[in-house]
């Protein structure tokens, strides 16, 4: 292979998070509404004597999905990837996932006859991080069991995001967050919040239906309630935070609050990836 091959690789919002009881493989029992963004990061691949990632110096992902499809496919071949990254790191959002996603698609694309059947590459995902399959699909999915049980859902895309992360919020490590719900026991009635989330998805029929999803079980945030008083008919955190999201009915009501915040906050505005006009 000679040429470079290129991806966007998508964020992510949990539009929806429900967490269990920890599992026998050490994993939380989770149920969640992925949905795939217009903000993405840029990778790009190419053939190397070595294993490379460009670009992000603080990549573990990528490099471990490139070794891991190559020897997979049982291929003596290197490749190396230039990271563009333009979402926030470590924010709740899969960046990081998301670039290994596609460096696998990429690679696998230029594997040829070796390449892996869609079962293995989705196996190897599976192995990088719960939320590295998603970005092998192209339609908002239901995740379940750990995470990597996939159902392709059909929901309403009309509407605009805006994303925020408030000024001098750091993530905690998402291991931290985990210990945190455990702590307080936020396993306990799993079982009903995960029969009510199934319930909601199968009425959604317009955007405004999102708004009925419960909330995240993991991590919530006082910016939420602001970006509904500023005119989101949805806000919560995505995954294990410190993202806030707004769902806003128009682009330029996602802009007004934007604004709103200007100074007090970071702020991207987007849309739902494969959004109508």
């Not at 040429?3 to 989770?30: M, S």
């Not at 892996?116 to 995902?125: G, V």
């Not at 945030?221 to 128009?250: H, I, Q």
Request: hydrophobic share 45%; proline share 5%; charged share 25%.
């Amino acid at each position: 292979m000679s040429e470079q091959l290129e991806a966007a690789a998508p964020a992510k919002l949990n539009l929806a998070l429900v967490v269990g009881p920890l599992r026998l493989d050490g994993k939380h029992e989770v149920v969640t509404v992925l949905e795939r963004l217009a903000l993405a990061d840029e990778v790009a691949l190419r053939e190397a004597d070595a294993t490379a990632v460009e670009g992000f110096a603080d990549d573990t992902l990528v490099g471990a999905a490139l070794e891991g499809i190559c020897a997979a496919a049982g291929s003596p071949r290197r490749f190396a990837v230039r990271l563009t990254k333009r979402i926030p790191v470590a924010a709740g959002l899969g960046g990081g996932s998301s670039d290994a996603a596609a460096a696998l698609a990429l690679a696998n694309r230029a594997l040829g006859p070796d390449a892996l059947s869609a079962r293995a590459l989705h196996d190897l995902a599976a192995d990088l991080g719960a939320d590295v399959p998603f970005f092998l699909h192209d339609r908002p999915q239901l995740a379940t069991g750990d995470g990597t049980t996939l159902e392709p859902l059909g929901l309403p895309r009309d509407y605009s995001v805006l994303l925020v992360l408030q000024e001098g919020d750091e993530k905690s490590s998402t291991r931290e967050v985990y210990e945190a719900f455990d702590a307080r026991d936020g396993a306990s009635g799993f079982d009903d919040r995960r029969q009510a989330l199934h319930a909601t998805v199968t009425r959604i029929r317009s955007s405004r239906d999102l708004a009925d999803l419960p909330a995240n079980d993991l991590a919530s945030s006082p910016l939420a309630a602001e970006l509904r008083e500023l005119g989101a008919f949805r806000a919560d955190v995505s995954g294990a935070g410190p993202v806030v999201f707004g769902l806003f009915a128009t682009d330029d009501d996602a802009h007004r609050a934007g604004e709103a915040l200007m100074g007090q906050a970071r702020i991207w505005v987007t849309t739902p990836l494969g959004r109508c006009p």
